[in-house]
């Protein structure tokens, strides 16, 4: 099972327009780290690798210690990586280090997923706040269709979608 999870403004986007993700609150890293938890593998693109890299050390720290393989994709075969992370140069590479394999990360790769056919499943945290003009999930829209939904009392939506192949 691969699954593919963004935080995401209620508005649609997963980042603002520099790069920056100030419309996401720091108490909903525990929700990507319990998904971290439920996967043998989490898989991101180098671009985002270097944003968590930005993040609080604590946050870093925590994530970092999760004992799933973290992989970084990158076309660079000289790019450097800490330890505690794999480096491959594709995807499909990726998938076969675990049988639950979630990702996380930008446009970039998330359309690269979906255009390789390899998501089962989407799993958006939707976050009370506009962005108005930022960065998107994909380059091109999947077409998806909602299995599950919950609603919280601060205003977040969990909501799961089945890709439709
Ligand atoms: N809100 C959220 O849930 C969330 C989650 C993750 C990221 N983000 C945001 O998303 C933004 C980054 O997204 P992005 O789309 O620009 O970048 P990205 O997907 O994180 O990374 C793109 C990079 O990954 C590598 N890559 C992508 N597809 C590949 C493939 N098929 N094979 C080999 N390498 C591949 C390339 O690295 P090289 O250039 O090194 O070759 C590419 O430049 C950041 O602003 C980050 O904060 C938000």
Known sequence: MVTLYNVISEDGYIAERGGTEN??????????????????????????????QQYPATLIKEFENLKLKKVVVTRNSNYKI???????????????????????????????????????????????????DGIKQFNVEPELKMIFEKKFEDGRIWREYQVVK
Do not use: H
Not at 27 to 47: A, T, Y
Not at 87 to 100: D, M, R, S, W, Y
């Open 82 to 132: 800490k330890a505690s992370y794999i480096i491959t140069n594709g995807l499909k590479v990726a998938l076969v280090l675990g049988n639950n394999v979630l990702i996380s990360s930008g446009p970039d790769l998330n359309t690269g997923a979906v255009a390789e056919e390899i998501i089962d499943k989407v799993i958006l945290n939707i976050i009370p706040s506009k962005v108005l």
């Open 23 to 52: 419309f996401i609150p720091d108490s909903v890293w525990s929700d990507f780290l319990n998904l971290c938890q439920q996967n043998d593998v989490v898989i991101m693109g180098r671009k985002t690798y270097e944003a968590i």
